[in-house]
């Protein structure tokens, strides 16, 4: 067979292949184009993205960090107490420490079962509402005394020398005076302290001293005889 074509055919062919080729070029060049706009699509979208979740990761960072200025901030803190109602819960408490530390040192030496009965109340509710009136102290960052004063050591000690009818009359007379003037500052307390929970936990406990100076005055008669 012979290949020889005539300058006609020739022409032709050649057409067709120039014609083949530029569509290609328009192939190629349709494909890089759709490609590139893709990925333009694609870019804009993780910008897109990423500013969408900005907001959100910044609003979560802002309130985590508020709730930690807000835990951290002083109005969490309890209320300063007044320096009033300080200086009531510290004589208070040192007034509490005394009874039970007295109660402690006449029960077992105490002749008349009255003053032994009376003695063992003093330890048990005194030592509650002391017990009480700290809890309270804590929970307002106020340290109370955990010892006796000067004063008051010597008020004991001097008690604890005592023993037999003397030792009954001196405990049954101190009782009824002290318990007097705790019912007497107690009362004033009630109406003076500005503390809401401080002046709860007098007004619980000043009916506990009105019924000990009731005793007192009961144990007082008995111990005259």
Request: hydrophobic letters at 35%.
């Amino acid at each position: 067979m012979s290949c020889h074509m005539s300058g006609g055919s020739q022409g032709s062919v050649t057409k067709e292949l120039i014609m083949i080729a530029s569509r290609q070029r328009c192939i190629r060049v349709a494909l890089w184009t759709t490609g590139l706009a893709l990925g333009l699509v694609s870019g804009c979208r993780g910008h897109s993205n990423d500013k969408d979740q900005t907001p959100t990761q910044t609003t979560e960072t802002t309130a985590a960090e508020q709730e930690k200025t807000t835990q951290q901030t002083p109005a969490n803190k309890p209320p300063p107490l007044a320096p009033e109602d300080r200086e009531f819960a510290t004589k208070a408490a040192q007034g509490g420490m005394e009874e039970v530390a007295m109660g402690h040192a006449v029960e077992p030496k105490a002749t008349a079962p009255v003053v032994k009965t009376f003695a063992a109340h003093m330890v048990a509710d005194h030592g509650k509402a002391d017990a009480e009136l700290k809890a309270l102290m804590v929970s307002k960052s106020v340290t109370l005394p955990t010892d006796l004063g000067a004063e008051q050591r010597k008020n004991v000690d001097e008690m604890a020398a005592l023993s037999g009818p003397q030792l009954d009359k001196r405990y049954a007379d101190d009782m009824v005076e002290d318990h007097e003037q705790d019912v007497k500052e107690f009362k004033e307390a009630e109406q003076k302290v500005k503390d809401p929970e401080l002046r709860a936990w007098i007004k619980k406990t000043l009916p506990t001293l009105e019924h000990h100076l009731a005793m007192a005055k009961e144990m007082q008669a008995n111990v005259r005889h």
